[in-house]
Nanobody
Framework: QEQMVESGGGLVQPGGSLRLSCAGS????????IGWFRQAPGKTREAVVC????????YYGDAVKDRFSIWVDAAKNSLGLHMKDLKADDTAVYYC??????????????????WGQGTQVTVSS
C-alpha cells in the first residue's frame, strides 16, 4: 500500500522551532519530486517547500524563506521539514506530498499525486 505519514506537529510558542517528518511506503522517494504544503482554516492549500528529485530545483515560499528547510533521506524513504522562528501565521495543517514529475519543484497541489494525512502545527503563546 502506497502511503505517506507525517509526524511531529504540535503546539509551539512564537519564535520556537519544530521538526516535521514524513515516512513513505510502497513507493520510492527517488522516483518523485517532493513537497511540503500547508493549509490554514479558510485558506487554500499553499506550497511551503518543494524540491525536485535530483535536488537541482527548489522552491521556498516567501513567507518561510530563511526560516524553513527541507531534508530528504532517500535511503530511508523519509523527508522532513525543519521550522524555526515560528510565527502565528505559520499555524496550519502541514502535508507532505509526492509529484511523479521528477524534474519539477512545482508549487501546484494538483501536480502531486500522493499525500499524507496532515499534521497540525499551532503557533501560540
Amino acid at each position: 500500500q502506497e502511503q505517506m505519514v507525517e509526524s511531529g506537529g504540535g503546539l509551539v510558542q512564537p519564535g520556537g522551532s519544530l521538526r516535521l517528518s514524513c515516512a513513505g511506503s510502497g513507493f520510492r522517494f527517488d522516483d518523485y519530486s517532493i513537497g511540503w504544503f500547508r493549509q490554514a482554516p479558510g485558506k487554500t492549500r499553499e506550497a511551503v517547500v518543494c524540491i525536485s528529485s535530483d535536488d537541482r530545483l527548489a522552491y521556498y515560499g516567501d513567507a518561510v524563506k530563511d526560516r524553513f528547510s527541507i531534508w530528504v533521506d532517500a535511503a530511508k524513504n523519509s523527508l522532513g521539514l525543519h521550522m524555526k522562528d515560528l510565527k502565528a501565521d505559520d499555524t496550519a495543517v502541514y502535508y507532505c506530498a509526492a509529484n511523479p514529475k521528477i524534474d519539477s519543484a512545482s508549487q501546484s497541489p494538483a501536480d502531486y499525486t500522493r499525500w499524507g494525512q496532515g499534521t497540525q502545527v499551532t503557533v501560540s503563546s
